[in-house]
């Protein structure tokens, strides 16, 4: 039987109506990868991506920017949890470590980043990026790449 090849990288442009059947395909590209880091300039749709991931992943519970928290525990509905960061506040990398960021992503569980550009030297080798860039208003243009 041959063996089905792993789309490596994607480019998309989307609007909002398009978000779903986005976050399912980004999903199903991210299989195997559990730390998923979420690039983009304030305004980009990073926290709207990660809901959208989320609600794709059966998560019910409200999913929120964990801005001032720094992370977040979601619920998937066999109660696996699901982390969500955002690093925009941090200091320095130090505070990321002592939270147990590396923990976090050793765990196994999905971990989506936001801002990891705060973080460089804990990111593992394996992980999933999701680039994102405003096109207009109502267009966004999203990139992702297995590493």
Same mark, same amino acid.
């Given at each position: 039987m041959p063996e089905i090849a792993t789309l490596e990288a994607m480019d998309k442009i989307f609007g909002l109506s398009e978000l779903e059947d986005i976050s399912k395909e980004v999903i199903a590209a991210a299989m195997g990868l $559990?730390?998923?880091?979420?690039? &983009?300039?304030? &305004?980009?749709?990073? +926290? +709207? %991506?990660?809901?959208?991931?989320?609600? /794709?992943? &059966?998560?019910? /519970?409200?999913?929120a920017s964990p801005s001032y928290s720094i992370i977040n525990e979601y619920k998937l509905s066999k109660g696996t949890p699901v982390f969500h960061f955002d690093f925009y506040r941090l200091k320095?990398?130090?505070?990321?470590?002592?939270? &147990?960021? $590396?923990?976090? %992503?050793e765990s196994g569980h999905l971990c989506l980043v936001e801002w990891p550009e705060k973080i460089p030297s804990l990111i593992p080798m394996h992980h999933f990026s999701i680039h994102l860039a405003i096109n207009d208003p109502q267009r966004r243009t999203l990139h992702y790449v297995r590493h």
């Open positions: $559990n730390v998923w880091l979420l690039h &983009g300039e304030i &305004g980009a749709g990073k +926290t +709207t %991506f990660v809901k959208a991931i989320c609600h /794709s992943l &059966g998560i019910e /519970s409200t999913v320095n990398e130090t505070e990321a470590y002592d939270i &147990g960021t $590396n923990e976090y %992503f």
